[in-house]
T-cell receptor, first 110, second 114 residues
Framework: DAKTTQPNSMESNEEEPVHLPCNHS???????IHWYRQLPSQGPEYVIH???SNVNNRMASLAIAEDRKSSTLILHRATLRDAAVYYC???????????FGTGTRLQVFP | EPEVTQTPSHQVTQMGQEVILRCVPI?????FYWYRQILGQKVEFLVS????????KSEIFDDQFSVERPDGSNFTLKIRSTKLEDSAMYFC????????????FGQGTRLTVV
């Protein structure tokens, strides 16, 4: 399974943008980039996914580097509810299992 | 908003006992999954299930584990003879189609084996 590298933790203040980086230098051409998050004491929650182009949805934006070896999840205005562990996951096209790493623990301060 | 429901939220069982964890996936979803998370560790894939059969399973999912969709609405995970190391949070997830890449997870069942 292709590996992702994320910082262990990040901090943000409420209402500020947050950029969560992910390195995936061994990504293959058919790996999708997924982001999930896990709020305290809850199951994982889908955030966003992409393949090559940048993506936007109501929760976040995903910026994918041109060479696809890294990506950045962007929360435009962090809220206290965004405090969670954020997982960057590579999913090969021929499987739908998700391989979770250790993720980035995001703390949001009022 | 539709959600995946898991019961019970917490189950305590004695080592060696059989346990069944129950999940009600979102009603029009066709792909079902179990994951587990040992306290303080990563979320781990166990098994995927489609069209009444296992489509993929991990090394963790040995002969002690089985899954079933007994009545078209529930999706269950059975552990035949629980071990202390089976203590974990177990998450059920479902997806609408194979091409739909958003998996919806339940709140989990905390299994404690004593």
């Amino acid at each position: 399974d292709a590996k992702t590298t994320q910082p262990n933790s990040m901090e943000s203040n409420e209402e500020e943008p947050v950029h969560l980086p992910c390195n995936h230098s061994t990504i293959s051409g058919t790996d999708y980039i997924h982001w999930y998050r896990q709020l305290p004491s809850q199951g994982p929650e889908y955030v966003i996914h992409g393949l090559t182009s940048n993506v936007n949805n109501r929760m976040a934006s995903l910026a994918i580097a041109e060479d696809r070896k890294s990506s950045t999840l962007i929360l435009h205005r962090a809220t206290l509810r965004d405090a969670a562990v954020y997982y960057c996951i590579l999913r090969p096209y021929n499987t739908d299992k998700l391989i979770f790493g250790t993720g980035t623990r995001l703390q949001v301060f009022p | 908003e539709p959600e995946v429901t898991q019961t019970p939220s917490h189950q305590v069982t004695q080592m060696g006992q059989e346990v069944i964890l129950r999940c009600v996936p979102i009603s029009n979803h066709l792909y079902f999954y179990w994951y587990r998370q040992i306290l303080g560790q990563k979320v781990e894939f166990l098994v995927s299930f489609y069209n009444n059969e296992i489509s993929e399973k991990s090394e963790i999912f040995d002969d002690q584990f089985s899954v079933e969709r007994p009545d078209g609405s529930n999706f269950t995970l059975k552990i035949r003879s629980t071990k202390l190391e089976d203590s974990a949070m177990y998450f059920c997830a479902s997806k609408q189609t194979a091409m739909n890449t958003e998996a919806f997870f339940g709140q989990g069942t905390r299994l404690t084996v004593v």
